[in-house]
């Protein structure tokens, strides 16, 4: 009878293969729209995944129940990351590259990378309490190399095709990929020194010179230049083939991956024949979701509340401090000897986005196998111990603020961006209503009225309130609208000063008389004379009807007053003030009554 076979191994597959799937959907969205790295969203999916969250995915069952094992199982999985990330950082690089730009990356690789270690160390130092000064500098070096995964980023996709420049683009990734395998020398100048001097060189001989001659000798002659003309040899030869016989021989991969990568593509031919390939991108993507992934699932989370060296409080002020000055001072300091950093704000970019992520935890886990070795009897010396359980917690606690700092900080700032142009363009959107339309009766009646009560209107207020009240808003660039009265590149313009009451009603001086100069099919021609001034019309009342004869027309059967050439006028009457007689057509005079104004 058919039976499932619910194994680990099976359940993995599933859940990497439909978290892959899912995330191909809807990874453009993420990353050209919201800016989101998988790097976060992939970290986040191993934290659900894990036996924290639904135990799918359960990493200490597939080491067996050993810590060790499960140690073993993440240090070749991240040199396997870090190995096929460098080839590919190399391989995009142009031909020479690296030689042609060797004074800037001596300059970010020997100043910037010592200060990035002394600067991280002395911030642990004196964050982390009861930890000697050396035990600081070993975690310090840690996190002193850049990330290359994480740095992809910001060199990758649409946000670095339109704010970062090209130059600047290929020294991130340059110096991304070479400081990777320069963290050794750093490294182990601080594990030899523990070794021989720490605790009074309990259980070692020979002191700091035999610290310096390994130095030396180990990490600078075998492990860095080996490494070099390894990776330049092999370069021409293989990739991956390089991860695997470095291993084996002891040298450091990590920089002769990148080498070979370099070499592999110094005449330039395979960079421009693979530019559309899209076989490195799939696999950049495949390698950074499994990793990622299998960090939230690894993570130690509950030893960053429960442990016995540092407390919580000081691990988020430790990261806090970390990713503010362990590199973004020193890249302020030199950033005009770089000539790919042109502004000072892309100093800043450049000295906030140095990621701490699979590197670090890579050096972690070189750093606990090497410590292994440092024993007195067979067992592992105090200082050493307590070393590599503060190491761990820190560690593994600036990687993941890294990740979710570096990875949230594109998008909040895209959001603090636009936020507030959006706000405003809706506010002033809102507080602006539409015209009332025009309407000829409406305006008479109010003519009319005014004059009625006694207030006299001119032609040439009458036209400017007429212009006022359908006159539309006004936009700048950008979307707000020019208030009335407001000069758009300057402060308010003072009010208009009102013309004196003997001159109301009457146009400025020197100034031609305003004609309507459109014509409607159905009006009469308009003939050009004069209308006189009706008995009894005052100045106010005559320039309104001189108005009104000049722009509106009359239903037909309406009484008109004589004067008016050409076509029919308003009734005298409608423009009078109250109690002001008028001459009837018998020559009788009369008043108007409230009566007759209603």
Known sequence: MPTLAITNFNVVCSVLGGFITVFGLVSYLCKEKFYLSEALISLLAGIVFSPHGTNWIRPLEFAHGSNEALAAVTLDFTRLVLGVQLVLAGVQLPSRYVLRQWKTLALLLGPVMTCMWLASSLIIWGMVPKLGFLHALVIGACVTPTDPVLSNSIVKGKFADQYVPTDLQRIIVAESGANDGLGYPFLFLALYLLRYTGSHGLGQTGGAGKALGLWFGETWGYTILLSVAYGVAVGWLAKLFIVGTCGMIGTDDVLACFVAGNAFTIDDWFRLETMEDSLQPTIDMLLNLSIFMWFGAVCPWSSFVHNDHIPIYRLIFLGILVLLFRRLPIVFAIHKYIPQIEQTRQAAFVGFFGPIGVSAVFYLYICLDYLKEITVDGRQRDDARRLAETMTVVIWFLAVCSIVVHGLTIPLGKIGLYLPRSISHALDSSSNQEPEPFRVQGRLEQVARDLVHGRGLSLSSHRASRTASIERPVFRPGGSVIRPGRDPEGPTRP????????????????????????????????????????????????????????????????????????????????????????????????????????
């Open 495 to 598: 009010p208009s000063t009102p013309l004196p009451p003997d001159r109301a009603g009457s146009p400025e001086e020197g100034a031609a008389p305003l004609e309507r100069t459109i014509r409607f099919p159905d009006e009469p021609p308009l003939a050009k004379t004069s209308v006189k001034e009706a008995p009894g019309l005052d100045s106010a009342g005559a320039a309104a009807l001189r108005d009104a004869l000049a722009e509106e027309s009359v239903p037909d059967g309406v009484e008109t007053s004589p004067g008016a050439i050409g076509r029919p006028s308003l009734p005298v009457q409608d423009f009078l003030p109250p109690d002001r007689p008028h001459h009837a057509a018998d020559g009788s005079h009369q008043s108007r009554t409230d009566d007759e104004v209603e």
